[in-house]
C-alpha cells in the first residue's frame, strides 16, 4: 500500500497542471444546447451563436442520434446559396461518442487524443445525457497559467499562415482553409488585415449570408501581438477582447504567424496529455506494485507461524491467518466477528488493557507480553504487537495483531533461573537465591528488630553412600533428605542446598536461641531415622551448626561463616548432633541456663554418652585402639562439648561422680562388644586433673574394671603433661598403681608442658600422645614438623608408642609415616562416633 502512495506522489509532482482527480461532470456545462436532426443550418447555427456554444446535440425521440459543431461547418459547401437550409440531420457527426460522467477529468484529454474529437456527450451510469465536455472545458480546468507563462507565443503560432483576399467567396476561403488544415485564414492585405474563422461560418449561417466575401464576412482589426510575447499574455488579450485568433508579428510589425486559442489549447493539451499518459503510466506502475506487494504481503501473512488478527476500529475481528487457528485452536469463522476478548485468559485486570489502550491511542502501537486462553482452556504467553492502521486523514480504520506463543521461551526462561537460582538434583534454592533470601531476611530483622537463625546441615555419613553405593543411590537419598528436611520446617522458613551434602535453613523470625535450637534438634532426629533407598536401608546422621543473627554476625557472610563453625564443632563432637556457635554464646546460654544445675542432674536423666575416636596404626591405617571421648546431650543445645563442661564440672567437684561415670561406661561397653563377638580394641579414657590427683580414680577403676570383668589391658588412661607434674611423686605412685593393673598410660598433648626427659623416665608411661597443634602446623611450620618428628624419635628412643593427634590430610599422615611414628589419630581417618556408630564402621568386618 505505502508503493502505492508513493507512486501517486512521484506521478503529482511531475504533472504541471493535473490538480485535482475530479470527475468529467464536474466540470461540464450541464444545460445541453439540443436540436432536432431535421432542423436547417441555419436554425442550429444561430442558436449556437446567440449562446456562444461551439457543438449541439441533435435528439430525436428523447436520444441523441448525433452533434454538430463549429469544426463540422469547415466541411460545408458554401458555393451553392442554400446551404443553410440543409437538415442538420444530414451533416451532424453520428453517432454521437459518449463517456461515463465519473470518468476522470484528466483521462477524458487522453480520451480526446485517441478517439481524434473535441466532444464528448457526458452520460451518467443509466446512459443518460449529464452534458457535453470539449476539449476546452477539459484544459482549462487544469491550472494552465504557469505553463503559459513559460512559453512565447512564437512556439505555438501557426507560420506562414493561410490568406484570401478582401473579395475571395466564402467558398474559395473555405477550400484554402481546408487545403491547410486550419481554422482561420487571413484576410486581405497587412495594412489592414482581417480574419475569418471556423465561428465566422457559423454566424455567417446563421446571418443567411453565405454568399458575402470572405473582406465582408472576416473580423476587423486582427489583433497581433510580438513573437516573444507569452502565451499567458496572449491568451489574456483573447479573453480580454472576446477574440479567438491573434496575429503574431515579427521585430518590423509584420504579421508573420497566426495563433489561435485552438492552438494554444493544443499545445496545452499536447504536454498535458503527455504528462497525464505518464501520470497514468506511473500509477498503474504503483498500482501493479501495490498489487504485487498486498499479494506478497498476503502471502507472507497467510505462511507467518506469528498469529494475526485484523479488526476494524472497533475492534471487531475481520480476518485471521492459519496460524492464529493453529495458535488459539479457534477456526476463522469462529473469530470474525467477535473480538479478541474472546481470548482473554482472566489473569489480566482492567488497568493492564486501559494502560495498553491509552499507550495503543498515544503512539499508534502497543508490545508486551499477555497471557491469553486457548479454545481448549489453556491459559498461554503471547507476545503480542498491536498496530494501529491509519487512513490517509489519519483516522484509525484498523487494527493488527501480531502475536507468538512464548511459551517455549517463557520455560526456557524459568529453567535458566531455575539452574541459576536452584539445585538442579533437589530443587531447592542453590547458594546464590539462598544469599539473596538471607539478605533480604537479615534486612528485615534489622528493621523490625527481631532474631533469626541460620542452620548449616551437614549430613555425616554420605560420603559412604556415594562410595559404596553409587551416585545414583546418593542423588535419590539427597532428594529423600530434602523432602524430610522441608517436611520438619515452618512455611516462611528457606531451606536451600550449597552443594555436595551440605543444606542450609533460614529461620526468619524467632524469638529466642531456643526455637533455633529446636528446629536443630527436629532435623537431627528426623535425619537419624533410616531412608529406605531402592531397598537399600540408609543410615545418615547430620551435624547441625547454628549461628544467630544479630548476636553471631550482622551480615550473611559472618552468619554463614558462625553456622559453618558450628556446624564444624558439631561434626568434631561426633556428628549426629547440633552446635550453637562460639563458646562464649554457648556460655552465654549455659548461664542463661543455670547450666551448673543442669549438669548436676545430667548424670541422673542419662544425658552423657561416650564417643569413641580410631586410633589406627600410621603404616598400615589398621585400627589400633580408641578413645572415648564424653559428650553432653543438654535438652535445649544439643550436643555440649567436654571442653566447655568439663572445666565446670572440675570447679563443682562434679568431675568425680562424672569421670567415674565414664570409667563404668567404657569398662561396660568394651565387655558388650566382646558379648557381641566384636574384636576389641584398648580404649584410652581422659582423666582431667583434679579427677586424678584429688578424686583419685584407682578406686573407681577398680570397681568398673571389676563390675565389667574386662581386660584391664583394654583400658589406657590419658593424662596430660600437667596433671602428671602437680605432685610428682603421688603421681608417679598412682601410676605405678594403675601400670600394675594392667592399664596402659599415655601423656595426652605432649610437647605443650614440660617435656622433659627426666620425668618421661620417672612416669610408667606407655604412650606419648603428640599434640594437635604441632601436628596441624607440619606443613606450614617447619618449627611445629621438627617438634613431631622430635617427639617421635624420643618417643621411640624411650620405647613408647608414639600418637599424633589432629591428623587431618594425607600430607600431614606422609610426614609421620616417614618419621617412624606408630599411631595415628584425626579426622583424616574418623570421627568421634557413638559407640553403635563405630562398632559398625571400625570392629565389623
Ligand atoms: N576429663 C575428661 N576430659 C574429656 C573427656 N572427653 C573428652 N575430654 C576432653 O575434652 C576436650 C575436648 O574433647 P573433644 O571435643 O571430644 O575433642 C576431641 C576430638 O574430637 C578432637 N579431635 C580428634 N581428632 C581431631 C582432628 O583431626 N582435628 C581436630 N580439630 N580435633 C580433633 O580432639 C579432642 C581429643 O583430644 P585429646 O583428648 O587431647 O586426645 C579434649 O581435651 C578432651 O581430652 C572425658 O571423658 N573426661
Not at 14 to 43: G, N, Y
Not at 259 to 283: M, N, P
Not at 509 to 530: M, W, Y
Amino acid at each position: 500500500m505505502g508503493c502505492w502512495v508513493a507512486g501517486m506522489e512521484a506521478s503529482k509532482g511531475k504533472l504541471l497542471f493535473m490538480s485535482t482527480d475530479q470527475p468529467v461532470e464536474a466540470i461540464i456545462h450541464p444545460h445541453i444546447l439540443e436540436c432536432a436532426p431535421e432542423e436547417s443550418l441555419r436554425e442550429v447555427a444561430r442558436r449556437m451563436s446567440d449562446r456562444r456554444c461551439s457543438s449541439i446535440l441533435v435528439v430525436e425521440d428523447g436520444q441523441p442520434v448525433g452533434i454538430w459543431t463549429e469544426r463540422d461547418a469547415l466541411r460545408l459547401d458554401y458555393a451553392s446559396g442554400d446551404t443553410g437550409r440543409r437538415a442538420v440531420g444530414e451533416v451532424m457527426t453520428a453517432p454521437v461518442k459518449t463517456i461515463p460522467g465519473s470518468t476522470p477529468a484528466n483521462e477524458v484529454a487522453v480520451h480526446f487524443q485517441e478517439d481524434q474529437v473535441r466532444h464528448y456527450l457526458v452520460v451518467d451510469a443509466a446512459g443518460r445525457p449529464q452534458g457535453v465536455v470539449s476539449q476546452t472545458d477539459v484544459v482549462l480546468n487544469q491550472s494552465i497559467e504557469h505553463y503559459l507563462h513559460l512559453r512565447e507565443v512564437g512556439s505555438v503560432m501557426r507560420q506562414h499562415p493561410p490568406r484570401v483576399a478582401n473579395d475571395a467567396s466564402l467558398s474559395e476561403a473555405v477550400t484554402t482553409l481546408r487545403e491547410y488544415g486550419a481554422d482561420a485564414v487571413v484576410v486581405g492585405e497587412d495594412a489592414d488585415p482581417g480574419i475569418l474563422t471556423e465561428r465566422d461560418l457559423v454566424r455567417a449561417l446563421a446571418s443567411e449570408s453565405t454568399t458575402a466575401t470572405a473582406g465582408e464576412l472576416a473580423s476587423r482589426p486582427l489583433l497581433a501581438a510580438p513573437v516573444e510575447q507569452s502565451l499567458f499574455h496572449v491568451r489574456n488579450l483573447m479573453v480580454e477582447e472576446a477574440v479567438r485568433h491573434v496575429g503574431v508579428t515579427d521585430d518590423s510589425g509584420r504579421i508573420t504567424g497566426l495563433v489561435g486559442f485552438t492552438d494554444i489549447l493544443s499545445s496545452v493539451e499536447f504536454v498535458y496529455v503527455r504528462e497525464l499518459k505518464s501520470a497514468l503510466r506511473e500509477r498503474d506502475q504503483a498500482l501493479q506494485t501495490s498489487r504485487k506487494n498486498l499479494r506478497m504481503a498476503e502471502r507472507i501473512i497467510e505462511a507467518s507461524p506469528d498469529g494475526v488478527i485484523i479488526t476494524d476500529s472497533e475492534t471487531r475481528i475481520q480476518s485471521v491467518n492459519p496460524a492464529f487457528t493453529r495458535l488459539t485452536g479457534y477456526q476463522p469463522e469462529e473469530a470474525i466477528g467477535q473480538t479478541p476478548a474472546m481470548l482473554s485468559s482472566g489473569r489480566h485486570g482492567p488497568e493492564f488493557y486501559r494502560e495498553m489502550w491509552r499507550e495503543l491511542r498515544e503512539r499508534g502501537h502497543w508490545q508486551g507480553e499477555i497471557w491469553n486462553r486457548r479454545k481448549n482452556g489453556e491459559i498461554y504467553p503471547e507476545l503480542l504487537t498491536i498496530t494501529g492502521i491509519e487512513d490517509d486523514e489519519g483516522v484509525v480504520t484498523n487494527y493488527a495483531a501480531m502475536f507468538s506463543d512464548i511459551s517455549r521461551i517463557k520455560e526456557n526462561e524459568e529453567r535458566i533461573r531455575r539452574l541459576a537460582y536452584y539445585d538442579a538434583l533437589t530443587g531447592l534454592p542453590n547458594r546464590r537465591l539462598f544469599d539473596d533470601r538471607l539478605q533480604v531476611a537479615i534486612a528485615q530483622a534489622h528493621r523490625y528488630e527481631h532474631q533469626l537463625a541460620l542452620l548449616y546441615v551437614d549430613l555425616d555419613r554420605f560420603k559412604r553412600v556415594n562410595d559404596t553405593l553409587g551416585h545414583a543411590v546418593g542423588d535419590a537419598l539427597l532428594l529423600q533428605v530434602a523432602d524430610a528436611m522441608r517436611a520438619e520446617l515452618r512455611e516462611g522458613d528457606s531451606l536451600a542446598r550449597l552443594g555436595g551434602d551440605e543444606f542450609v535453613v533460614l529461620l526468619p523470625e524467632i524469638d529466642e536461641s531456643r526455637d533455633a535450637v529446636n528446629v536443630a534438634r527436629r532435623l537431627v532426629e528426623r535425619l537419624g531415622h533410616p531412608f529406605n533407598v531402592d531397598g537399600n536401608e540408609l543410615f545418615v546422621t547430620s551435624s547441625v551448626g547454628i549461628s544467630l543473627y544479630p548476636l553471631d554476625g550482622d551480615d550473611g557472610e559472618a552468619l554463614s561463616r558462625a553456622a559453618d563453625n558450628a556446624m564444624y564443632r558439631a561434626k568434631e563432637l561426633g556428628r549426629n548432633t547440633y552446635q550453637l556457635y562460639t563458646p562464649e554464646m554457648n556460655a552465654h546460654t549455659f548461664q542463661s541456663l543455670t547450666l551448673e544445675n543442669h549438669l548436676r542432674r545430667a548424670l541422673e536423666r542419662e544425658q552423657f554418652e561416650c564417643y569413641y575416636q580410631p586410633l589406627v596404626d600410621a603404616a598400615s591405617g589398621e585400627l589400633v585402639s580408641a578413645e572415648a571421648l564424653l559428650r553432653w546431650h543438654h535438652p535445649d543445645m544439643g550436643l555440649v562439648s567436654p571442653a566447655d563442661f568439663i572445666p565446670l564440672a572440675e570447679e563443682t567437684g562434679l568431675i568425680g561422680p562424672i569421670g567415674d561415670w565414664v570409667l563404668h561406661h567404657v569398662c561396660q561397653q568394651l565387655r558388650w562388644w566382646q558379648e557381641a563377638g566384636l574384636p576389641v580394641v584398648p580404649v584410652g579414657v581422659n582423666i582431667s586433673a583434679l579427677q586424678f590427683g584429688r578424686d583419685n580414680p584407682v578406686e573407681p577403676l577398680e570397681a568398673a574394671l571389676a563390675d565389667s570383668g574386662i581386660d584391664p589391658g583394654l583400658l589406657a588412661l590419658e593424662l596430660t603433661e600437667g596433671v602428671l607434674m602437680q605432685d610428682t611423686q603421688r603421681s608417679v605412685e598412682r601410676l605405678r598403681r594403675i601400670r600394675d593393673m594392667g592399664l596402659g598410660v599415655a601423656v595426652d598433648d605432649f610437647g605443650t608442658g614440660y617435656s622433659s626427659l627426666a620425668y618421661l623416665r620417672r612416669f610408667p608411661i606407655t604412650a606419648l600422645k603428640v599434640d594437635q597443634s604441632f601436628v596441624k602446623g607440619i606443613a606450614e611450620d617447619p618449627e611445629d614438623a621438627a617438634i613431631v618428628s622430635t617427639v617421635v624419635s624420643l618417643g621411640r628412643s624411650l620405647g613408647l608408642k608414639v600418637v599424633a593427634e589432629g591428623v587431618e590430610t594425607p600430607g600431614q599422615l606422609a610426614f609421620l609415616q616417614e618419621e617412624g611414628c606408630h599411631v595415628a589419630q584425626g579426622f583424616h581417618f574418623g570421627y568421634p562416633q557413638p559407640a553403635e556408630a563405630f562398632a559398625a564402621d571400625w570392629l565389623v568386618d
